[in-house]
């Protein structure tokens, strides 16, 4: 695909500022590559952290307006479903409407979304904010990509996206520690409330620096049916995957949803090769690299977030730490991020996205193997270790798959190609979470009556190994009340070696999902449109 012409719109007053093809600062603040990815990283940051720093403020919510186990899902689910439903359509709206007022109305949105949750007095109100916050972060996450994609010249572009991808790991990781420290030292409502000034912040910045930029051929109408196909049928699977743990795969539910959601796909691809401005053009998927990228965002997710979903429950449940000591042992794993991600980008410059993403995913899946020897009684220095490796693998990934599907999109579609890529993402971590416990459940079934046996506990009745079974999944021991310290002591026993058995075998299949990833990471190359963005054709 050939250049493509981008138009610098400016509001009253604004400087109508561009970028050099030698890729030097534009003049002034407007428009600057660097204070742009300040400001997004900003804006980007609070969507991130939200993701894992509610975790830790659950359980006080839960207490605080007396909300059934139920309805603290929902929390998390909401939030994910709103997002995860609407970030195509929402980066189609930032292609025809413009990256900055659209990333501008998604940070005001979100932070004012989450200064009404910290306000609410009902399960209900937090819930629907919730929804609002994910609808919102949508909004956000693609403008921010097309804004870098748009700002910065083609040789900076990685260096601009592994500094933002290091952001995003930094934030998902660190939001247990920020939580944790929160939620002890002054109340669950401040998780909420923290993104307020953070918002404000990114709004002033936003107005001061951000510059718009338009592709001369965006689009100009709406795929309504097309938005409305899509929608559906993402809903369709990501509730599918949200559900199916407690419905089990098997139920006819789980599987009515999953058939709804391919049958609303299929119609979906169908009239997008009908409308004349589809609200994804087919001919993207044409492109290889593009199509790999999008698949290996997937996978990546898969084994990241579907492992190191048990993690938090081996560290706090097994080995009994607090929240915040189970955060401080995931810095390895933050830290090797943030210091891998700008220099995964300056690599992937030097070398092209093939060697890195493929060395990363390698070193995903030796982690994950790592992960799988973990024991009860496992040093720090051993998950430190592991850990630090996962972080590394990952850094390369996050930034490459980024650039090649963002860079591999006209520009005129970027906001849909930042869409992509973070819906990949989302779907992917939904994918692992649900996958890997199936794994985790249908191992501890198995495996729990027989190791409850040969501990020399008395036999449960079939509903009571089921209640068992769940505790166990989560590394909790079912101990009831008043039970003798020596058989207490046999049962926490059995219920950690069993969560380990089964947190061994899903870490195993994450490791065979990301040796699959290295493979499809063999296909990628450096985006073919790249040179679109910043520093070709302004006008």
């Known amino acids: 695909m050939t250049s493509q012409t981008t138009i610098d719109k400016t509001g009253p007053g604004d400087e109508a500022s561009t970028s050099p093809s030698d890729g030097s600062p534009a003049a002034g603040l407007r428009g600057h590559p660097w204070f742009t990815l300040i400001t997004v990283a900003v804006g980007v940051m609070m969507v991130a952290l939200d993701g894992t720093i509610v975790a830790i403020a659950n359980p006080a919510i839960q207490s605080d307006l007396k909300a059934s186990f ?113 939620v002890e030292h002054v109340n669950w409502q401040s998780v909420f409330f923290i993104n307020v000034p953070v918002g404000l912040l990114a709004v002033v910045l936003g107005v001061l620096i951000l510059l718009d930029h338009r592709a001369e051929n965006a689009p100009r109408s709406f795929d309504l049916l097309g938005i409305g196909l899509l929608s559906g049928a993402m809903f369709c699977l990501v509730w599918a995957l949200i559900k199916a743990p407690a419905w089990g795969w098997g139920d006819g539910k789980t599987w009515a949803f999953v058939v ?63 929240p915040i000591d189970a955060g401080l042992h995931l810095l390895p794993l933050t830290g090797m991020m943030i210091v891998g991600s700008p220099l995964a980008g300056a690599m992937i410059t030097k070398l092209g996205p093939r060697i890195p993403l493929a060395g990363g995913m390698a070193a995903t899946a030796i982690a994950m193997y790592g992960m799988s020897t973990l024991e009860t009684d496992t040093g720090s220095a051993v998950m430190s270790l592991w850990f630090a490796l996962l972080g590394l693998g990952l ?6 798959a980024t650039e090649v599907i963002v860079g591999n999109a006209p520009m005129e579609l970027s906001g849909v190609a930042g869409g992509l890529q973070q819906a990949a993402m989302q779907i992917g971590g939904s994918l692992g979470t649900a996958v890997l416990g199936a794994v985790m459940a249908s191992k501890v079934d198995s495996d729990l009556a027989g190791n409850w046996k040969d501990a020399g506990l008395p036999p449960l009745p079939p509903a009571q190994l089921d209640q068992a079974a769940e505790a166990v999944q989560v590394g909790v021991a079912p101990v009831a009340p008043n039970t003798p310290e020596a058989v207490a002591a046999k049962i926490g026993d059995v219920a950690h070696d069993t969560f380990i058995s089964g947190m061994s075998l899903a870490s195993l299949v ?29 006008i």
């Open 70 to 182: 139920a309805d603290v899902q929902w929390i998390t689910n909401g939030y994910f479903l709103a997002l995860a439903v609407s970030l195509i359509t929402a980066g189609k709206l930032g292609d025809r409407f413009g990256h900055r007022q659209t990333f501008l109305i998604g940070v005001v949105g979100f932070a004012a979304a989450s200064g009404a949750i910290g306000l609410s007095s009902s399960i209900a109100l937090v819930v629907t904010f919730r929804v609002l916050q994910g609808l919102f972060g949508a909004l956000l996450m693609p403008a921010a990509l097309g804004l870098l994609r748009a700002t910065f010249p083609a040789e900076k572009l990685n260096m601009a996206i592994g500094i933002w991808g290091m952001v995003i790991g930094a934030s998902t990781a660190g939001g247990p520690i920020l939580g944790g420290v929160l």
């Open 395 to 400: 850094a390369p990934v996050m930034v490459g």
């Open 260 to 322: 709804v959601s391919v049958v609303g796909f299929a119609l979906f691809a169908f009239w997008e090769t009908k409308v004349k401005e589809p609200l994804i053009p087919l001919a993207l998927f044409r492109s290889v690299p593009l199509s790999a990228g999008v698949v290996l965002m997937v996978l990546m997710a898969i084994a990241f977030m579907g492992g190191l979903f048990f993690v938090t429950f081996y560290l706090q449940n097994v080995h009994g730490m607090s």
């Open 510 to 538: 994450a490791a065979g999902v990301a040796v699959v990833a290295v493979f499809v990471a063999l296909l990628t190359k450096r985006g073919a449109n790249a040179d679109a963005g910043a520093g070709v054709g302004h």
